[in-house]
């Protein structure tokens, strides 16, 4: 079992404290299936998409919060995608999430370092484990600053529980506020606000998921794999369908398939995540 990001550095007054639905996407992308899907996917020597040798994937978690996810998957990126020479990306509203990224992905790959320490006559820089990682974050809504057919992985744990409406997005002022010029009252009205960014999905559950959804067919790139969770609120199974009809670009057609769920309930599968991808015929 690969072991969680520590996010005991992370505040979680504005930020998404790691949840069931956080685990779920951990349990997924380190799962025997998906590894071996991936590391199929993403191995030089069986990519149809890119000439070998393939460059290295670009992952992006969009809407980031704690980072927990997307240093879970940078981290263990041997291990879940066969390859290190990994790319690291984060978005997010909230200023401090972009903060928390960061520094929750640079100490997960630190930790990682150190728990694969070869023994002394083994030099660090000739193991294939232990290859350098780029990280950064964007204080941006979703994916909407990417340059259309970068991302290779996205990744993408939305607010998904059915509300009368959205949340407005943070303003300038909203993200620049010295919260220690706040009083209790202002601070507990700015913190509820941040939190209900996190949760808060509109009709049903999926107002801001659409408009992720809307943008893969930009963002991602040939090669590129979307995960995106969702509750039973969302209907899932129609999502799937739905994506499946998207007209693809005359070479490849839209896949998507259910590949993790978190259980039944009343009949329903709980929290599931999707996978969208392009399959292209040669």
């Given at each position: 079992?690969?072991?969680?990001?520590?996010?005991?550095?992370?505040?979680?007054?504005?930020?998404?404290?790691?949840?069931?639905?956080?685990?779920?996407?951990?349990?997924?992308?380190?799962?025997a299936s998906e590894?071996?899907?991936?590391?199929?996917?993403?191995?030089?020597?069986?990519?149809?998409?890119?000439?070998?040798?393939?460059?290295?994937?670009?992952?992006?978690?969009?809407?980031?919060?704690?980072?927990?996810?997307?240093?879970?998957?940078?981290?263990?990126?041997?291990?879940?995608?066969?390859?290190?020479?990994?790319?690291?990306?984060?978005?997010?509203?909230?200023?401090?999430?972009?903060?928390?990224?960061?520094?929750?992905?640079?100490?997960?790959?630190e930790d990682h370092?150190?728990?694969?320490?070869?023994?002394?006559?083994?030099?660090?820089?000739?193991?294939?484990d232990l290859k350098?990682?780029?990280?950064?974050?964007?204080?941006?809504?979703?994916?909407?600053?990417?340059?259309?057919?970068?991302?290779?992985?996205?990744?993408?744990?939305?607010?998904?529980?059915?509300?009368?409406?959205?949340?407005?997005?943070?303003?300038?002022?909203?993200?620049?506020?010295?919260?220690?010029?706040?009083?209790?009252?202002?601070?507990?009205?700015?913190?509820?606000?941040?939190?209900?960014?996190?949760?808060?999905?509109?009709?049903?559950?999926?107002?801001?998921?659409?408009?992720?959804?809307?943008?893969?067919?930009?963002?991602?790139?040939?090669?590129?794999?979307?995960?995106?969770?969702?509750?039973?609120?969302?209907?899932?199974?129609?999502?799937?369908?739905?994506?499946?009809?998207?007209?693809?670009?005359?070479?490849?057609?839209?896949?998507?398939?259910?590949?993790?769920?978190?259980?039944?309930?009343?009949?329903?599968?709980?929290?599931?995540?999707?996978?969208?991808?392009?399959?292209?015929?040669?």
């Open positions: 079992m690969l072991p969680t990001p520590s996010t005991s550095h992370v505040s979680f007054d504005t930020i998404y404290e790691p949840s069931e639905d956080s685990y779920l996407f951990l349990d997924t992308l380190s799962s590894s071996a899907w991936l590391t199929t996917h993403f191995h030089p020597s069986t990519s149809t998409t890119t000439p070998s040798p393939s460059p290295s994937p670009l992952i992006l978690e969009v809407g980031s919060g704690s980072g927990v996810v997307l240093a879970f998957v940078t981290a263990n990126s041997q291990q879940i995608l066969g390859r290190s020479d990994v790319l690291a990306l984060g978005t997010d509203v909230n200023r401090n999430a972009c903060a928390a990224t960061k520094q929750t992905v640079l100490k997960a790959i370092h150190h728990q694969q320490q070869q023994p002394p006559s083994t030099s660090p820089s000739t193991s294939p350098p990682t780029i990280t950064s974050t964007l204080l941006t809504d979703l994916a909407s600053p990417i340059r259309p057919g970068t991302i290779d992985i996205l990744l993408f744990n939305p607010p998904y529980v059915p509300t009368p409406e959205l949340p407005s997005l943070p303003t300038t002022t909203t993200t620049t506020t010295d919260i220690s010029t706040l009083s209790r009252s202002e601070k507990f009205e700015q913190e509820s606000y941040y939190l209900s960014l996190t949760y808060a999905g509109g009709k049903d559950g999926m107002e801001t998921t659409e408009r992720l959804l809307g943008d893969i067919p930009r963002v991602l790139s040939p090669r590129g794999v979307a995960y995106v969770l969702l509750c039973a609120q969302n209907r899932p199974r129609e999502v799937v369908e739905r994506i499946r009809g998207w007209e693809g670009d005359g070479k490849g057609r839209w896949c998507a398939e259910l590949v993790g769920s978190s259980g039944v309930q009343a009949g329903w599968e709980k929290l599931v995540i999707v996978r969208v991808w392009r399959e292209f015929t040669i």
